[in-house]
């Protein structure tokens, strides 16, 4: 490999890096936990729109630093969407061909922002089959794949570097309540769970980590019961939950998890929208909703505190999909009796 091709394809990561390394953490406040604090980590302000953006950045130098990318190396990728999306960005800034490997299902706007950055789109008919696929594309064209579902929790720095744990504890130090009670967010890959946990664990804070997983993810099964051959059909919200256990996933430094039914991912979505001023994704809803659930059990027990969760992503990204009344219908079902849940929840006094 040219160590100066390299070196330069480096650098020309850490100055992104550099342009948008932090985001930032939206305070929202509910009159019915009026001694409760709650923090959105909103991460759809990267280049890429997505939580994603850091994952694919740390993949590439991990990459490049273990002389796996070369100047003409082709990068093939499993992923939905939004890691794609920004490993495309990336692949584009390097001047490197992009392949993501995905669902034929992906949400449109997400296969658009691909192609937007130069990569590929290649469709497998269900969501399981996108490991083998990747690999074997890879093998032919003398390719890499970048597999962000094995060294996603380990191509990140989790002790700093401006990480996004160490960026959300940074933001929250002025604040009523700087420690948070809890840390709510979702798994994907298990990548960011797995530094967030981490670092609250190296700081000796005494902040707890909640993994929220969507109703048909493996991810809450192994939880509970630790067998690592578990699989299921995979989650309908996009970006997060898995049909199988991945590497990246490291349940001992998740204190609790939490399984939401995807019409509480929706209608809290949905309430956000309202809330906000501005769309985001299905994801942030089902880390919206554990964090109110975990607010509810704060007041009754009369704690008061801050929680922080994430805005993985803008809505914009599922305007035939999930903000389309007719096929949250069609693909996730009906989903009053949650927006009356969240309704008494958030109306509480």
């Known amino acids: 490999m040219s160590r100066a091709w390299a070196n330069n394809a480096i650098e020309s990561i850490q100055a992104d890096f550099q342009r948008s390394s932090d985001t930032h953490l939206i305070k929202l406040q509910l009159d019915a936990f009026k001694d409760i604090d709650f923090y959105l980590k909103d ?34 990728e499993s992923s939905s969407g939004s890691t794609a999306v920004s490993e495309a960005y990336f692949a584009r800034l390097l001047g490197l061909p992009f392949i993501a490997v995905m669902p034929k299902n992906t949400a449109s706007r997400k296969i658009q922002q691909i192609e937007f950055y130069g990569g590929q789109c290649h469709f497998v008919d269900k969501s399981d089959q996108i490991y083998a696929e ?35 504890f940074e933001q929250m130090q002025y604040e009523r309540f700087p420690v948070p009670e809890w840390v709510v967010m979702s798994a ?12 609250i664990r190296y700081k000796c804070f005494n902040t707890r980590l909640l993994v929220v997983d969507p109703d048909n993810s493996v991810f809450y099964p192994f939880y509970q019961t630790g067998d690592d051959r578990l699989t299921s059909c995979g ?6 939950g898995r049909p199988r256990v991945e590497p990246s996933f490291v349940p001992s430094v998740v204190d609790e998890m939490l399984q939401v039914p995807d019409g509480a991912s929706i209608a809290t979505m949905l309430w956000l ?24 059990l704060m007041k009754a027990s009369g704690k008061a505190g801050s929680i922080v969760t994430l ?28 927006e009356a849940q969240l309704k008494d929840i958030i109306n509480a006094v």
């Open 43 to 76: 991460e759809s302000t990267h280049p890429t729109g997505s939580l994603k953006h850091r994952l694919a950045r740390s993949l590439y130098l991990y990459a490049l630093t273990n002389g796996w990318v070369r100047e003409d190396t082709t990068i093939i």
């Open 188 to 199: 994907g890959t298990g990548g960011t769970s797995a530094t967030i946990g981490r670092y």
């Open 311 to 338: 805005l993985c992503d803008s809505g914009e990204r599922y305007l035939d999909t999930y903000y389309n009344s007719q096929w949250v219908e069609s693909n996730i079902g009906k989903t009053a009796d949650h």
């Open 134 to 168: 990747s690999q074997r594309l890879a093998e032919t064209l003398n390719g890499h794949y970048m597999d962000q579902f094995t060294f996603a929790e380990r191509a990140t720095d989790w002790r700093g570097n401006n990480n996004i744990a160490c960026s959300m």
């Open 235 to 240: 989650s309908k919200i996009e970006g997060i």
């Open 273 to 296: 929208e309202s809330m906000l001023g501005r769309k985001v994704g299905p994801s942030t809803g089902t880390n919206m909703w554990g964090s109110l659930q975990k607010a509810r």
